[in-house]
């Protein structure tokens, strides 16, 4: 019965059971047979050999036997739990404290939770039970076991340790050290030791910070200093995640490697500084980090953006555009004077949207050259300009020496008071064509933000060539929408006053491994595109009724954000609720 209970899965054994259970066809399971381990492979769970070989799963036309459909199987076969290890969910620090690394690392098990009475090891050996008394006996829990995929456990187990290691490593080096910077700055006699930025441990722990939020589609990374710990947060689809708790002199100490590799004042730490890293990912991308410090009441608070050149240009149906969307776009990019707006709030992909477009406009016969604040991304097609208070050069000043430059095509980062709305008005009057950002709502709220600033009613005619306000609504994670009835009432209140039909169903979002319960998976845009028509010109003027003019552009086909979320919705991209979240009610639907 021992014997029995502890027989680890074998090859032969595997392959039987597979196709008595129907999962592998006739000619796979005769070239299953022919399997020779090799050398190399010989310290491979046979798991992860088997799903190697690419076999279909006979059951799931188009599915095949990885490791995640074996587990599956196998924990239906011995009435076990499976699961997917989702680091973001792992306290690291609590489940390397359970065992030891050469006792998981001998049974080929890894803690994935710890409660107060239980600890949820994972293993891919269902009947494999003797190491549980020796970790029921040290931790004083109850053991529950759980399948997962043997690469899964083998790849989490070294980066948990690792990070573990030295987290505490780095703990001890810097023991004694007071966190505390602003709020209660202490004086602890003979403690005075700074922890140092360069310590191999520091360097690991940055170095498994950056690599894991690149793993994990990280579009921010948030390192919060509290009394006691340092809080990591990282940005997924415009949510933020709890990833780690750092001690408190540790997550110093990260904050300080991180400003020295961005080249910043180190010293430094009563003001904002800002500055950039260029990193790569482990598959080998080039990517920039946007590094930002604010001091805060228990240290300096860092965020990092993160800018892939890959998710910065893209092309336009990967925004989002609709072919109506991109047409009228398209008609507003193609003059070769005017200014274009692309408004809303920051985080919304109004940077994306400029710089695949200026990626587009910029041919070898152009010359394109922008001046930003700072900086997004370094993108060789065109000249690119910082603006730097400190020295005078503002976004009027550096608008004034673009256009010394001979330039075609201007892209100013905002426009954010009279004198820069002026010099960017005045450089599309002279034969450029300009595009810039402005923080409203909505599109025809441009028009009233330039007059707020100043800016006289008969320029911003004879200029401006049309705004498209946008936002970001997250689209549906593929591996887990659902069909559903719509709910009329909700969808009524998102498509008011244009009353378009109701669709037959549409998809919400379940939630599952792939997108963390979320039910979402990236992001895409929803556009309202307002190209200025002479119909819309004689309504600009110092009396203007942002209402009418509203109007007035969705008789000429505008869509709203609203409705432009609508059909996003009805093609089973998004939901109603996400659109609802970010589209504002217009003042037409109150």
């Not at 809080?231 to 709890?242: A, E, T």
């Not at 020295?260 to 430094?268: D, F, T």
């Not at 689209?475 to 559903?484: F, S």
């Amino acid at each position: 019965m021992q014997a029995q209970a502890e027989r680890q899965l074998s090859l032969p054994s595997l392959i039987e059971d597979l196709r008595r259970d129907l999962l592998l066809n006739d000619d796979d399971h005769q070239l299953a047979l022919s399997i020779r381990r090799k050398v190399e492979e010989k310290n491979l769970h046979v798991l992860t050999l088997l799903a190697k070989q690419g076999y279909a799963d006979a059951r799931h036309k188009g599915r095949l036997l990885n490791e995640h459909a074996l587990i599956d199987w196998l924990a239906a076969r011995h009435n076990m739990e499976a699961v997917q290890i989702d680091p973001l969910e792992v306290d690291v620090s609590a489940v390397t404290d359970v065992m030891s690394y050469a006792f998981a690392e001998r049974h080929r098990i890894l803690a994935v939770k710890v409660s107060t009475d239980t600890v949820v090891v994972a293993c891919a050996e269902p009947e494999v039970e003797s190491w549980m008394g020796d970790v029921e006996h040290v931790t004083r829990r109850q053991v529950k076991r759980v399948l997962a995929a043997p690469s899964d456990i083998e790849r989490y187990r070294v980066e948990f340790y690792q990070l573990a290691n030295s987290v505490n490593r780095a703990r001890q080096s810097h023991k004694g050290v007071s966190a505390v910077q602003n709020l209660e700055s202490m004086l602890e006699l003979g403690k005075a030791r700074a922890p140092d930025a360069n310590d191999e441990h520091i360097v690991n722990i940055v170095d498994w910070l950056l690599q894991y939020a690149f793993d994990q589609r990280a579009s921010d990374i948030h390192l919060e200093p509290r009394r006691e710990v340092g809080h990591v947060r990282f940005r997924i689809d415009g949510v933020l995640h709890n990833v780690y708790e750092l001690p408190a002199q540790v997550a110093m100490a990260v904050v300080a490697r991180i400003k020295s590799l961005g080249r910043m004042n180190i010293a430094e730490k009563r003001k904002p500084q800002d500055s950039r890293l260029k990193t790569k990912t482990p598959s080998g991308q080039e990517v920039e980090l946007r590094l930002s410090t604010l001091p805060t009441a228990f240290g300096e608070k860092l965020v990092m953006r993160v800018f892939d050149p890959q998710v910065l240009v893209r092309s336009f149906s990967e925004l989002g555009f609709s072919k109506e969307d991109n047409r009228r776009w398209a008609e507003m990019t193609r003059n070769n004077h005017g200014i274009i707006f692309v408004t809303g709030p920051t985080g919304s992909g109004k940077t994306t949207t400029l710089y695949s477009t200026l990626k587009q406009l910029a041919t070898p016969e152009v010359n394109v050259s922008t001046i930003e604040d700072p900086i997004e991304m370094v993108e060789g097609s065109f000249n690119q300009m910082q603006v730097h208070p400190g020295i005078d050069l503002t976004f009027a000043s550096g608008v004034r020496a673009l256009l010394r430059q001979d330039p075609d095509i201007i892209m100013v980062g905002e426009v954010r008071d009279l004198e820069t709305a002026e010099i960017a008005v005045q450089a599309a009057l002279t034969g450029h064509l300009v595009l810039s950002t402005l923080h409203t709502n909505d599109a025809p709220s441009a028009f009233t933000r330039l007059m707020e600033l100043g800016l006289p009613a008969y320029l911003i005619r004879s200029s401006v060539l049309g705004v498209m306000a946008q936002r970001l609504v997250r689209t549906l994670c593929p591996h887990c929408k659902v069909k559903e009835k719509v709910d009329e009432r909700a969808w009524k209140q998102l498509t008011a006053p244009w009353l378009v039909k109701t669709p037959e169903f549409v998809f919400s979002a379940k939630g599952c491994l792939e997108c963390r319960g979320t039910g979402y998976m990236g992001r895409m845009g929803i556009y309202e595109v307002m190209p200025m028509s002479e119909n819309l010109e004689v309504m600009i003027n110092d009396q203007m009724d942002h209402i009418k003019l509203r109007q007035a552009a969705m008789k000429e086909g505008m869509h709203s954000l609203r409705l432009s979320g609508a059909h996003k919705v009805a093609a089973g991209m998004t939901t109603v609720a996400e659109v609802m979240r970010v589209a504002p009610l217009s003042k037409m639907q109150s």
